[in-house]
Every structure is written in structure tokens, then in C-alpha cells.
């Protein structure tokens, strides 16, 4: 059986497809096998995939599940390495019943944004409730599109680090963080993720943050 990582917010469009897509082809560029489910009911990894056969790459199987998904995950996660469950950028079925079988949640969060900081609350109750039932269930604040040349970012960053780390309830923040980096983007806009990627500004900074975020949430 592989790990099962669920990416979800209670907040869209802070980054979960981004990083679901690059995480997945991180993996399969290291020899294992990956599986995304979207829970989403936009087209954006269908698309997304459809770019990624077109231009050959490495093979990264979408499937589709709604509602409650926690059947199609168990499934699923048999079938591969890696199962990496892309859920709505809102509360919904498909998050709460995610969380009820997997292993690892990411829950990504613009530190300089209060519009995404301030949604940790509820996804904090969410968690904690459902490792009743599911105690594997590992969780993590993913801090991303960091600006680092702004100072209002990267003092936002420490701050919101500063206050999830000082209670033990809140979901802890990891370590490594992701940037705002172009390169993200434009990955996927080709079906791809930075790791299928050969030249661009800033390419290796962002290999290196999408990897030293699977190894410390031990997915590689
Ligand atoms: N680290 C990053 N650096 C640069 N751009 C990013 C980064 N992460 C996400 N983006 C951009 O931010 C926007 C939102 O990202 P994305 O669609 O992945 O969010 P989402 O959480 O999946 O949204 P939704 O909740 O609507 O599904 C996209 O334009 C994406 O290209
Ligand atoms: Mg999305």
C-alpha cells in the first residue's frame, strides 16, 4: 500500500494544485510510481495531464472521485507508491472523508495573506477531530509563495511560524517552505512539473524546495 498525501484548504487557490502536480512529477522522475486523485471539480489536472501526454513525459495516472472519496483512495493507494489527493480549495465532503484513511495531510497557507492564515482555525478542528478515528493521520502547514526580497513576507513568514509552533494544537508548520517562483507556474502551463523541467531562472531552487518538503513529510 502507498502513502496516501491529501493537499486541501479551507481557502482557494493558494497553491494546492501547483504543488500537487510538482510533487508528482518529483516522484515519478525518482522511480516511483504516482497516482493524483482530483477531488476538485474544476479541469485544471486534467488539463494538465492531457499536456503532459502530448508532450511525452513521464506517465502520472489523474483519476477523478467526489463526494465521499475515502473507498476510490483506499483503492487507489494499492495501485502505486504515491497517492496524492488534490481536494477543493473549500470545506467539503471530499476533505473531511479524505482525511478519515490517509496518511499525511499538506495544508498550504500564504503566510502574508490573513485571508489564508486565518482559515488554519477550521482546518485545524477538522484534523484533530478526524485523528480520532484515523490517529496515522500526520498533518502540516506548508508555507508558500514566499516572496523573500519583501519584508513583509518574510517577517509574516516568521511570525506565523512563531505562533503555530508556540501551541501544540495548532497543526505544525514544516520546515521547508515554498517560494513564489515562476517556474512553478510555467510548469504546469506545459503539463509538466519543474523536475521535467531542464532550463529556467530559478529551476534549481525549486527542485530543491519540492524535494526538501517529501523528505521531511517522508514521501521520499
Ligand atoms: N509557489 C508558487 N509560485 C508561483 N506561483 C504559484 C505558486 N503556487 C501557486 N502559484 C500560482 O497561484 C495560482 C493558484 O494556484 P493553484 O491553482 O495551484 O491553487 P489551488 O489551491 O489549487 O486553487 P483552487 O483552490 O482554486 O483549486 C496559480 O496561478 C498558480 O500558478
Ligand atoms: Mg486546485
Redesign the pocket.
Known amino acids: 500500500m502507498g502513502k496516501i498525501l491529501v493537499v486541501a ?1 479551507d481557502k ?8 500537487t502536480a510538482n510533487t508528482a512529477s518529483m516522484a515519478v522522475n525518482k522511480g516511483l510510481s504516482a497516482i493524483i486523485l482530483k477531488a ?1 471539480k ?1 479541469n ?1 489536472l486534467i488539463s494538465w495531464n492531457g499536456k503532459r501526454q502530448a508532450n511525452g513525459l513521464l506517465p502520472v495516472p489523474v483519476h477523478e472521485a467526489y463526494g465521499d472519496i475515502s473507498g476510490e483512495i483506499t483503492r487507489l493507494s494499492k495501485l502505486c507508491d504515491l497517492l496524492i489527493v ?1 481536494c ?2 473549500h470545506d467539503s465532503p471530499e476533505f473531511r472523508s479524505a482525511l478519515t484513511v490517509s496518511d499525511i495531510l499538506v495544508t ?1 497557507v500564504k503566510p502574508s495573506s490573513d485571508f489564508e492564515s486565518e482559515t488554519l482555525m477550521t482546518v485545524t478542528e477538522k484534523v484533530r477531530i478526524a485523528q480520532k478515528s484515523n490517529p496515522k493521520l500526520t498533518p502540516w502547514v506548508l508555507l ?2 514566499i516572496n523573500s526580497s519583501r519584508p513583509r513576507h518574510r517577517n509574516a513568514a516568521i511570525e506565523l511560524d512563531k505562533i503555530l509552533r508556540s501551541n501544540e494544537i495548532w497543526i505544525q508548520p514544516l520546515k521547508s517552505r ?5 517556474v ?2 510555467v510548469a ?1 502551463n506545459e503539463g509538466a512539473g519543474v523536475h521535467d523541467v531542464s532550463r529556467a531562472s530559478s529551476l534549481s531552487a525549486a527542485k530543491a524546495q519540492i524535494e526538501l518538503v517529501a523528505q521531511e513529510i517522508g514521501i521520499i
Open positions: 484548504s482557494g487557490g493558494v497553491g494546492k494544485s501547483t504543488y476538485d474544476n485544471d488534490d477543493p480549495g498550504l508558500t509563495r515554498l517560494s513564489e517562483i515562476d512553478f507556474e504546469c
